[in-house]
């Protein structure tokens, strides 16, 4: 049977190489389950073993697999490992979907402090980070934060090979990204779009919110978790307040019910919240955020695909290349003085920022051709008064510069280098 050929995943393999010259720090990969996390480490494998490091010293053990349901026993866990690893050499032990492991803080932070051990696991929710893991590793360890597939990695995977400039139509294949999703699984399904349905719904979408939600909270009426998910997911790129969730459910869901759905939403990367900032007060501010979801074909599945969307689409793509390349993002305020003297609240799509002094202003619209529209999403950026650089991103083929705002079409933006 042939090798599976990896999608290659460049920006994380990077990254896990960069760590892993520190065997001290344990590597935590994170994301939405299926993203493609156990994949990275049988890329970071490839790597290692190109470079010297041989079979026996790389160990890998899937969790969620039935065959290892005996080693959720952290002891049994520990010593299994300890067993496995040669004592006169370094090991790069992996451990996949960790959090199914009782007490793995524990059994991670003793296996860190082996000399031989460099340690590498997984996890599909954020709130395997509690505050017992920050006491038990005391700031020890790394996080990865990953996606599914960028646009650009989709066409490494659908065009293997090839330079992007050779894909014989890049708004095809786009068009297929938002509508077939990001997961690297759906590529090995060669746009039959209900096997792809199938597979999200059932093997992404369901099981994440099974396990991730209804049995974390052991909900009795998960028909209602549904509902506020297809709100949120009708409703991405939109300023969003619990009050109006329940509002909108015709307050068959309370406050509190709606506020712990959405915790377990963010908490499984199945969501992402961004927060507003006041560019001129240099200020997070706490209310009504704007939510995305970990991926737009998983949306239109779940969803639907809308007429009329495509805007929320746009900006929801653009948000998440933004945290892919490392950045802190935020929905900008910026006041602006009207004619009459009155200052008026004007929305920035992002602010993102990024290490130390690093600033840049994001407008994503659909198409600027009419003129009108140029000048609104324009003005939006022109109200900012520092010199960081700002960007206007749309499908609009070309580009130029508008009174140093730099024009650029998105497609082009998200495969540049």
Avoid at 130 to 152: A, C, D, W
Avoid at 160 to 166: A, D, F, K, M, Y
Wanted: include cysteine.
């Amino acid at each position: 049977m042939p090798e599976e050929k990896l999608i290659n995943r460049p920006e994380y393999l990077e990254k896990l190489i960069k760590w892993s010259a520190d065997t001290t720090l344990i590597k935590i990969i994170t994301g939405v389950r299926r993203c493609g996390k156990s994949k990275l480490l049988d890329l970071f494998k490839s790597h290692l073993l190109a470079n010297g490091t041989s079979e026996p010293q790389i160990h890998k053990i899937d969790l969620d697999l039935l065959e290892n349901k005996w080693l959720h026993e952290p002891t049994a866990l520990y010593n299994h490992i300890l067993n496995m690893v040669q004592p006169d050499k370094l090991n790069y032990v992996f451990l996949d979907e960790v959090q199914l492991v009782k007490d793995w803080q524990e059994v991670a932070n003793s296996l860190r402090s082996k000399d031989n051990i460099d340690l590498y696991l997984t996890g599909s929710n954020a709130y395997m980070f509690s505050s017992k893991l920050g006491t038990l590793l005391g700031g020890r360890y790394i996080e990865i934060k990953m996606q599914p597939l960028s646009f650009k990695e989709f066409l490494d995977g659908l065009h293997p090979g090839e330079s992007i400039t050779e894909s014989a139509n890049l708004m095809a294949d786009f068009n297929r990204y938002i509508t077939q999703s990001g997961f690297p699984q759906t590529l090995k399904y060669n746009g039959d779009s209900e096997l792809i349905e199938d597979y999200l719904l059932d093997s992404v979408y369901k099981n994440t919110i099974t396990k991730d939600i209804i049995e974390r909270y052991q909900l009795r009426s998960p028909e209602k978790l549904s509902e506020v998910i297809k709100f949120l997911f009708d409703n991405i790129s939109r300023e969003t307040s619990i009050s109006s969730i329940e509002k909108a459910l015709g307050q068959t869901v309370s406050n509190d019910t709606i506020n712990k759905y959405i915790n377990g939403l963010l908490d499984s990367y199945l969501l992402y919240a961004c927060e507003r900032y006041d560019i001129r007060g240099k200020k997070i501010l706490t209310s009504l955020p704007k939510y995305y979801a970990c991926d737009v074909g998983l949306r239109n599945v779940v969803l639907g695909r809308k007429i009329g969307d495509e805007g929320h689409i746009l900006e929801n793509i653009v948000y998440l290349e933004l945290i892919r390349r490392g950045y802190q993002v935020y929905v900008g305020k910026v006041g602006k003085k009207m004619e009459n003297g009155e200052y008026k609240s004007i929305e920035v799509d992002f602010v993102a920022t990024k290490g130390s002094g690093v600033v840049e202003y994001y407008q994503v619209s659909k198409s600027t051709s009419d003129e009108n529209v140029l000048r609104r999403e324009l003005a939006s950026l022109d109200a900012i008064k520092d010199s960081y650089p700002k960007y206007l991103l749309t499908m609009d083929l070309g580009g130029g510069n508008h009174n140093g705002i730099e024009h650029k079409n998105i497609l082009d933006w998200l495969v540049e280098k």
